[in-house]
């Protein structure tokens, strides 16, 4: 989740596909909270390990612009 903003999604997505480089846009859904400040960014993903999920949550924690990775 972070502010709603045009780049904060294409940041989200930017870091997953460090990891996971055959992300499909599918995958990608954004939803506005309700008085539409923020927004959540789900990414559907196979995971292949437990490390690659643990570095993804590393570098989403990282970026400034993720106020809630979960």
Sequence with gaps: MGMD?????????MIIRRHAPDLREGAI???PSGKG???????????Q??????AIYRDLTAC???LMAL
Excluded: C, G, K, N
């Design 49 to 54: 390990s437990q490390a690659q999920l643990d």
């Design 64 to 66: 400034p612009a993720v």
């Design 5 to 13: 903003t045009d780049e904060f999604a294409a940041q989200v997505v």
């Design 37 to 47: 400040r923020y927004v959540s960014v789900t990414v559907t993903i196979q995971a």
């Design 29 to 31: 859904t954004q939803r």
